[in-house]
């Protein structure tokens, strides 16, 4: 793709950068440095993180100061690299007279005359290519020696033109509160991350799934697609889900009543009912919306102490707790995500009569480990903050220490293929080696890459407490207290008592050289719709055959 068709239409805002691109030889040169600063950077982390081992390879240097940069600022003139915190770049800029640097790992560029990044959607337009492109050589681990298939973005054809051009654009804003119907805090919550979920709002915004039509008694689908609906209209009024209420009470008993209820329980129950009424849904092999968007799967792998036999195991999961408490029972101190999930998936042990090895056959002692076996479009992390001692929920209590969750999340270290390589290097011995392995079987970084989208905290005790949601609007944070809608920061959130996180895929994966599924559906479709016209007009001369022989 050349760059004259990556230049923004639009003026930029920027007077210094519009001079620039005004001239075709500038232009093109600018665009040249751009492209490999970027594939630079997208091309050294473009394959799984192992961090316990060292990195071999020396990082850039800043020119001025020889200070070692994880995070290089590059001149697009000349490609000198520079430090942006002790000003080298900027000096740079200001003794060549050169305007703008780029920070590779973002792609955001500064102007050293406007002493501001500025931004240009045609910047945006090369970092996503540049980016792909990349990782398109990085990838080939999908289908055997070929290739990712390359990107080619949409661009509508004439019969989807015409569509758009008659299609009636309303106002919204995906934003709106939703009433307390006596107690429902925990279903408020949970509906806004249903919200903010781009995969479901996406699924029900498209009509997938369209109410009017559906027949189905008590369903929940039905009652999602309505409050999508109602969220993206032009009403601002808080929402009050009564009749999802009501059938969540005549379908989950355990959940009926105004008695204080656990989030996570109606999350897990919501996606149990949505599943049962969505297209898609077998007993065989499941590819509703909810499994597509939430299922993963979790390996279990059992290593016998004596004879070394490792028994895999698969489960599906939608979802993860994460315990709090430490190994002795007390509350632990200075809890992160990442640890948590470390400790989710460090070996333990398990007693003689706890496991019984086919290999040896007989009880043995063995250790178990759990892994990811594959990644979920979108992964929802539950923190186990309440703490039931018997079965009489009175008697229970809530852990209140703090977590500490990041805005964007790696999950290559906790993968079943990322341990597993992880293993043998240990077990082999080897010598120190980098922690960028390159291994086209795990394929690039940035498909383990997930950015956060929503969160929900649970403020005060068990027993009289009350949940609030932040969530993602357009790269803006929204605090979601029932029907009350403020709008807050990332900083914010990041510092809030988090009950449950939902993270989405940065990059979504997909099956190379296949047609999507809904391509084939709408195909199947319409040939099923021309056979149902030839039956029409099939019917139709009969009719009037029978009626000229009945003349005569």
């Not at 942006?84 to 050169?98: A, F």
């Not at 709090?324 to 398990?350: F, N, W």
């Not at 290097?425 to 394929?443: N, R, T």
């Not at 994966?509 to 047609?515: C, L, M, N, S």
């Amino acid at each position: 793709m050349s760059f004259e068709s990556d230049v923004d239409t639009v003026a930029p805002r920027c007077s210094h950068l519009a001079a620039i691109l005004g001239d075709d030889a500038e232009r093109e040169a600018l665009a040249n440095n751009y492209k490999i600063a970027v594939q630079w950077n997208a091309g050294r982390s473009h394959h799984a993180i192992y961090p316990s081992k060292r990195r071999k390879i020396a990082p850039p240097e800043c020119e001025t100061c020889g200070l070692a940069l994880s995070r290089p600022y590059v001149c697009l003139h000349c490609l000198a690299r520079g430090c942006w915190s002790d000003g080298h770049i900027k000096q740079h800029l200001q003794d060549t007279g050169h305007d703008f640097c780029v920070d590779v790992k973002s792609g955001y560029v500064f102007c050293i005359a406007c002493d501001d990044f500025i931004h240009d959607s045609t910047f945006d337009r090369l970092y996503q290519g540049a980016t792909i492109a990349e990782e398109e050589k990085a990838t080939s681990f999908e289908v055997a020696k070929r290739l990712r298939e390359p990107f080619a973005p949409w661009f509508p054809n004439e019969q989807e033109l015409a569509v758009l051009e008659t299609a009636i654009v309303s106002p919204c804003q995906g934003r709106r509160g939703i009433l307390n119907l006596g107690q429902t805090c925990f279903m408020s919550v949970i509906l806004q991350s249903f919200i903010a979920n781009p995969l479901l709002r996406n699924y029900f915004l498209s009509d997938k799934h369209n109410h009017k039509l559906c027949k189905i008694k008590d369903c929940t689908s039905c009652e999602i697609d309505k409050l999508l609906a109602e969220v993206y209209s032009e009403s601002s009024v808080p929402y009050g889900p009564i009749e999802l209420l009501a059938k969540t009470w005549r379908t989950s008993s355990e959940l009926s009543g105004y008695a204080q209820q656990d989030a996570h329980e109606f999350f897990i129950t919501a996606l149990n009912h949505i599943h049962a009424t969505s297209r898609g849904s077998t007993h065989l092999q499941c590819i509703c919306i909810i499994h597509s968007t939430f299922a993963g799967l979790l390996q279990s792998d059992v290593k016998c102490e004596r004879c070394g036999k490792i028994a895999e195991k698969t489960d599906p999961m939608l979802d993860i707790s994460l315990e709090l408490k430490g190994e002795t029972g007390g509350e632990q101190q200075d809890l992160t995500l990442a640890s948590c999930l470390r400790r989710y998936t460090h070996p333990e042990k398990l007693g003689p009569n706890e496991y019984s090895c086919e290999k040896c056959g007989k009880a043995s002692h063995a250790s178990k480990r759990l892994s990811i076996r594959k990644l979920p479009p979108v992964l929802s992390f539950q923190f186990k903050r309440f703490e039931h001692k018997s079965v009489d929920k009175s008697a229970a209590r809530k852990i209140e220490a703090p977590v500490r969750f990041p805005a964007s999340l790696n999950m290559a270290p906790f993968t079943t293929l990322v341990m597993h390589k992880q293993e043998l290097l240990k077990d082999g011995g080897s010598a120190p080696v980098p922690p960028a392995i390159p291994d086209k079987l795990l394929g690039p970084e940035a498909l383990y890459d997930y950015d956060l989208f929503a969160v929900v905290c649970h403020e005060g005790q068990i027993d009289n407490g009350h949940y609030t949601c932040y969530a993602r609007s357009r790269d803006e944070w929204y605090r979601y207290d029932d029907d009350k809608v403020t709008h807050a920061t990332l900083s914010a959130c990041l510092n809030s008592q988090a009950y449950m996180c939902f993270y989405v895929k940065r990059h979504l994966d997909y099956k190379p050289y296949v047609t999507p599924s809904y391509v084939v559906m709408r195909e199947q479709e319409a040939v099923k719709e021309k056979e149902r016209e030839k039956e029409k007009e099939a019917a139709r001369m009969k009719e009037v055959e029978d009626e000229l022989l009945a003349a005569i």
